[in-house]
């Protein structure tokens, strides 16, 4: 199974920083790797794919970078919006065992 | 609009069964794999079960597979969880999503439905 960790666990940034989330994967995923936003009580959102590909509708000030072992997810000036907690996926594997990362939480600082 | 509506949870007593559902609408639902997603409390997300445009392949983390059965009737863009011989372990919230294309991410996802599974 290829393990993802996240990294911090969780993030304190202020309003109009920038936020730069990683995740590392026990072993090669290419750039078969996604980014999600999840708030409570809400369906998650798919942010990036393909590790640097911006799903349809998601602002630019998300970026994605990084392939192979090591990942980052980077919000640049970040909204109110933006507080979630994230997780990275990877999808490298048929048949298929996806797997998520723990998740990191983005905070008001 | 894309939408997708989970519906089934509830409380169960540990050894038993629940089957989940997830209706879709606002796209053709026979044209995509289609997934369920659990995220037990306090945890992070763990992807369970999927299931080919024709049922005819499906794939299951190693922890439910004999107990879980992922189903679907394209005819009712509906898809299902058979949950049986539940454990504490199951309880969560699933979420049904989609996986467009020839890819295997999730591109839409329900707002989920929860299972708590009683000792």
């Known amino acids: 199974e290829i393990v993802l960790t996240q990294s911090p666990a969780t993030l304190s940034v202020s309003p109009g920083e920038r936020a730069t989330l990683s995740c590392r994967a026990s072993q090669s995923v290419n750039s078969d790797l996604a980014w999600y936003q999840h708030k409570p009580g809400q369906a998650p959102r798919l942010l990036i794919y393909g590790a640097s590909t911006r799903a349809t509708g998601i602002p630019a000030r998300f970026s994605g970078s990084g392939s192979g072992t090591e990942f980052t997810l980077t919000i640049s000036s970040l909204q109110s919006e933006d507080f979630a907690v994230y997780y990275c996926q990877q999808y490298n594997k048929w048949p298929p065992q996806y797997t998520f990362g723990q998740g990191t939480k983005l905070e008001i600082k | 609009e894309v939408q997708l509506v989970e519906s089934g949870g509830g409380l169960v007593q540990r050894g038993g069964s629940l089957r989940l559902s997830c209706v879709g609408s606002?796209?053709?639902?026979?044209?995509?794999?289609m997934n369920w997603v659990r995220q037990a409390p306090g945890k992070g997300l763990e992807w369970v079960a999927n299931i080919r445009q024709t049922g005819s392949e499906t794939f299951y983390v190693d922890s439910v597979k004999g107990r879980f059965t992922i189903s679907r009737d394209n005819a009712k863009n509906s898809l299902y969880l058979q949950m049986n011989s539940l454990r504490a372990e199951d309880t969560a919230v699933y979420y049904c999503a989609r996986t467009p294309g020839t890819t295997r991410f999730f591109d839409n996802w329900g707002q989920g439905t929860l299972v708590a599974v009683s000792s």
């Open positions: 606002g796209f053709t639902f026979s044209n995509y794999w």
